[in-house]
């Protein structure tokens, strides 16, 4: 149980386009999601909150109008970057709560590298 | 939520027990001690968490001192499979709050 999957796992795109990546709860419902970026040979730093119906919380530093969040149903929360430029490549990781405790469960990543 | 504090890297024979250490000396009372692993270019895979009794389950045991300043995560029969970078992360366990990973301890398990 407590299955989180990502899509794509790893996309190539040009600067200036943008790219959108999908995190789903494939057997549970998540109350809340949350966003990660994790660069070469470093931790994950967390970027955004996001809760089911309502607007993510961006950590101090990430611009909200560049990394767009949507998170329309329990299961699905999108990740948007727009116009990326290759300071944006690197791995993406999403997780995702439904115990009380808060237990996160972690999705594979989404490796993106902007040419 | 508290600071943690790993050893940068440790190194296992395999088929032996990995004992990962943590020290969490300024942990509040109603702070929980969790462990993730990172395998390479995947994402973190939870493994155990404990308040201030002994855990055990399928993957691991944790090892809560008395005084919950430290703890141990113990594989008990390490394979090479289990090579990975292992965080020790203490927070709130209330609703969904979020995880602050430090550097964690890069465990090598060699045949």
């Known amino acids: 149980g407590a299955v989180v999957s990502q899509h794509p796992s790893w996309v190539i795109c040009k600067s200036g386009t943008s790219v959108k990546i999908e995190c789903r709860s494939l057997d549970f419902q998540a109350t809340t999601m949350f966003w990660y970026r994790q660069f070469p040979k470093q931790s994950l730093m967390l970027m955004a909150t996001?809760?089911?119906?309502?607007?993510?919380?961006?950590e101090q530093g990430v611009e909200k109008d560049k990394f767009l969040i949507n998170h329309a149903s329990l299961t699905l929360s999108t990740l948007t970057v727009t116009s990326a430029h290759p300071e944006d490549s690197s791995f993406y990781i999403c997780?995702?709560?439904?115990?009380?405790?808060?237990?996160?469960?972690f999705g594979p990543g989404t490796r993106l590298l902007v040419l | 939520d508290a600071k943690t504090t790993q050893p940068t890297s440790m190194d296992c024979a395999e088929g032996r027990a990995a004992n990962l250490p943590c020290n969490h000396s300024t942990i509040s009372g109603n702070e929980y001690v969790y462990w993730y692993r990172q395998i390479h270019s995947q994402g973190p895979q939870y493994i155990i968490h404990?308040?201030?009794n002994n855990e055990t389950n399928e993957m691991a045991s944790l090892i809560i001192t008395e005084d919950r300043k430290s703890s141990t995560l113990i594989l008990p029969h390490a394979t090479l499979r289990d090579t990975a970078v292992y965080y020790c992360?203490?927070?709130?366990?209330?609703?969904?709050?979020?995880?602050?990973f430090g550097q964690g301890t890069r465990l090598t398990i060699n045949p």
């Open positions: 404990g308040l201030k």
């Open positions: 992360i203490v927070r709130v366990a209330l609703g969904a709050q979020k995880l602050v």
């Open positions: 996001s809760n089911e119906g309502s607007k993510a919380t961006y």
């Open positions: 997780s995702a709560s439904y115990k009380r405790d808060g237990t996160q469960y």
